[in-house]
């Protein structure tokens, strides 16, 4: 079974530049979620996705973050304009609809705002 | 106040030692995973705990969830230089942040050959 995909690996920007993160969740997993993790903290939940539709958006900065999941399938996370406290780690994970059946991350997407 | 509480923040131990790393909630845990990272990477999932009481092993590595489902511990028996990295502990805290997980602050293990 594939993993959790994500592109890029590692992106240096500067700030207020825009940045865009692509995410492939596991086939068949319905719900999609992206965390923000800066270094030395443990992973923020941003947004949660079921299929194509937005469960849990509350911690995502909306005025600077937005996301989407066309199709139900990949999904985008863009930063519009970037400041430097945006410089983290940004995870995706998909699951199964039934909690119990375990969270797949996938590598992440280093960001460093210059 | 962080919801999940991990402890020690870090550690350093000599290879062939045992440790013990902490997970604690104020609040009954629904589902508690453990994973373990390398710095600026992904999350390697590494076990997953869902009943009072139960208890995972995996090579050296086993993982307890307590009674009340309120703390799990993270046990590595004669480390390893490659056990070396960061491990988090993710809960599903049930109610509102059902279906999510929240995580602790993590713990940083370095293993000294």
């Known amino acids: 079974e594939a993993g959790v995909a994500q592109s890029p690996r590692y992106k240096i920007i500067e700030k207020r530049q825009s940045v865009a993160f692509w995410c492939n969740p596991i086939?068949?997993?319905?719900?999609l979620y992206w965390y923000q993790q800066i270094l030395g903290q443990g992973p923020k939940l941003l947004i949660q996705?079921?299929?194509?539709?937005?469960?849990?958006d509350s911690q995502l900065p909306k005025d600077r973050f937005s996301a989407e999941r066309l199709k139900g399938v990949d999904s985008t996370l863009k930063i519009q304009p970037a400041k430097l406290e945006d410089s983290a780690v940004y995870l995706c994970?998909?699951?199964?609809?039934?909690?119990?059946?375990?969270?797949?991350f996938g590598s992440g997407t280093r960001l460093t705002v210059v | 106040s962080q919801e999940l509480e991990q402890s020690p923040q870090s550690l350093i131990v000599q290879e062939g030692k045992n440790l013990t790393i902490n997970c604690t909630s104020s609040?009954?845990?629904?589902?508690l995973y453990w994973y373990k990272q390398k710095y600026g990477e992904g999350l390697i999932f590494l076990m997953m705990?869902?009943?009072?009481?139960e208890e995972k092993s995996h090579e050296k590595i086993t993982a307890k969830l307590d009674e009340k489902k309120q703390q799990s511990s993270l046990h590595i028996t004669a480390s390893q230089p490659s056990h070396a990295g960061i491990y988090l502990c993710?809960?599903?805290?049930?109610?509102?942040?059902?279906?999510?997980?929240?995580f602790g602050q993590g713990t940083i293990l370095t293993v000294h050959p």
């Open positions: 994970a998909s699951s199964l609809v039934d909690r119990g059946y375990g969270y797949t």
């Open positions: 086939s068949g997993h319905a719900t």
């Open positions: 996705f079921q299929n194509n539709g937005v469960v849990d």
């Open positions: 609040k009954t845990l629904y589902g």
């Open positions: 705990l869902q009943k009072g009481g």
């Open positions: 993710g809960a599903d805290m049930g109610g509102t942040s059902y279906g999510k997980l929240t």
